[in-house]
């Protein structure tokens, strides 16, 4: 790798934001409406719903916290993954050996037996062992009930990755998005697994769709979200793409952004690294030139 690049990507990884820096305290939980709980403090956000033969879980959380989440949980015998990132799928292993059916994407259980480079972080993720794959999967959208509560769930399509899933819970009025709504931050957009801008602003005007003015809209991280706060956020993202798009329209690459500040103008609203955005987003739109109208 030329030395230049390496430690190019050096700086962007020191100074990407490890979300396993708050996986550190024991897991909490809040009460979202009768039946639904939140479980903060194990790797993304869970939601946990309890029924008279056991629970489900939207996202199980990362693997140091499994059995604190089953403590938590009691009798896991369904588990949806919203995308395979290992702070939502890190305790598949251990619910499966709780004896819980484990629901995904067909994209994301095919990315989990892949290895996969997050060369901006300098990561290599292996492939993962069999039994934390998930057991059942589907291509758009599907229904089920659970101990009488209807749920629902489907496919965003190229967002945060290309196997981006929300469930919906339309009785309690809870939206769980997963990571396609990073509100209040520049996003890390996970190109090698097909995220880029352009698909997480659809996810959201897919969430969109499906909320009402009262729906508890449930991010991986970071605090339950109204709609009006998931449509600030698209028309920030609006805004963060048109930027990047002008400047690569003027010849910019990734470091000419990143050495010009281009985002100077959203650092004080957005908490997270410009740097990392600039470069997993630049990439991500390379992937989609066509889509922008061809760029040179």
């Known amino acids: 790798m030329n030395p230049q690049r390496r430690e190019f990507l050096r700086t962007v990884a020191a100074l990407t934001l490890s979300r396993g820096a708050f996986a550190e305290s024991a897991p909490s939980t809040t ?53 395979w990132h290992l702070e939502s799928t890190g305790a598949n292993a251990a619910m499966a050996d709780a004896g819980a059916k484990i629901t995904a994407h067909v994209n994301t259980k095919l990315w989990m037996t892949q290895e996969i480079i997050h060369d901006w972080e300098e990561k290599v993720f292996p492939p993962r062992a069999k039994k934390a794959l998930p057991t059942e999967t589907f291509y758009t959208t599907g229904k089920t009930t659970f101990s009488g509560e209807p749920v629902e769930y489907g496919l965003m399509p190229i967002a945060h990755t290309d196997g981006d899933i929300y469930v919906h819970f339309p009785q309690s009025n809870v939206l769980v998005a997963g990571d396609v709504v990073q509100a209040g931050r520049l996003p890390l957009l996970d190109f090698p697994t097909g995220g880029w801008i352009g698909g997480m602003q659809e996810a959201h005007r897919t969430l969109l769709r499906l909320a009402n003015d009262t729906t508890k809209i449930v991010p991986a991280t970071g605090n339950v979200l109204t709609k009006a706060e998931v449509q600030a956020n698209l028309e920030t993202l609006t805004k963060l793409r048109e930027q990047l798009v002008k400047l690569m329209k003027q010849g910019m690459g990734v470091k000419d952004m990143i050495a010009a500040k281009a985002l100077k103008d959203f650092e004080s609203q957005l908490a997270g690294d410009p740097d990392a955005f600039l470069f997993t987003a630049y990439r991500g739109l390379w992937a989609h030139v066509r889509e922008l109208g061809g760029i040179v």
């Open 31 to 83: 009460k979202l409406t009768e039946r639904l709980t939140l479980i903060t403090g194990a790797g993304n956000n869970i939601v946990s719903l309890a029924g008279d033969s056991g629970t489900l879980l939207v996202d199980c959380g990362d693997a140091p916290h499994a059995q604190a989440v089953l403590k938590l949980a009691g009798s896991v015998k369904t588990v949806f993954n919203t995308h």
